[in-house]
Nanobody, 114 residues
Framework: QVHLVESGGGLVQPGGSLRLSCAAS????????MGWYRQAPGKQRELVAM???????DISDSVKGRFSISKDNAKVAVHLQMNSLKPEDTAVYYC????????WGQGTQVTVSS
């Protein structure tokens, strides 16, 4: 069983920055990829960014150039640096991890508003 805990969400003005973090605990040794999805009200959950065990990254076109993803070498964790935030980035952001199965965090709210 893998447990994911997100942190770093909050309220930010347009153009601002936030850094989300997600730490995995439990039986996390076989995790091969971690990343972030987001879901806005009334919309489908969508991939934001993903990074593999081998440091390959996948960034969605909608955030490319503004967001970056990195992994923590000291622990099973990932970070999402979000810059130049826009109101359309407002969503619940969910941490995601996979080994042979998928795991989800409970989500953290990101609100971009003036």
């Amino acid at each position: 069983q893998v447990h994911l805990v997100e942190s770093g969400g909050g309220l930010v003005q347009p153009g601002g920055s936030l850094r989300l973090s997600c730490a995995a605990s439990g039986d996390s040794s076989r995790i091969i990829a971690m990343g972030w999805y987001r879901q806005a009200p009334g919309k489908q959950r969508e991939l934001v960014a993903m990074i593999s065990k081998f440091a390959n990254t996948d960034i969605s076109d909608s955030v490319k150039g503004r967001f970056s993803i990195s992994k923590d070498n000291a622990k099973v964790a990932v970070h999402l640096q979000m810059n130049s935030l826009k109101p359309e980035d407002t969503a619940v952001y969910y941490c995601h991890a996979r080994d042979s199965k998928e795991y989800w965090g409970q989500g953290t709210q990101v609100t971009v508003s003036s």
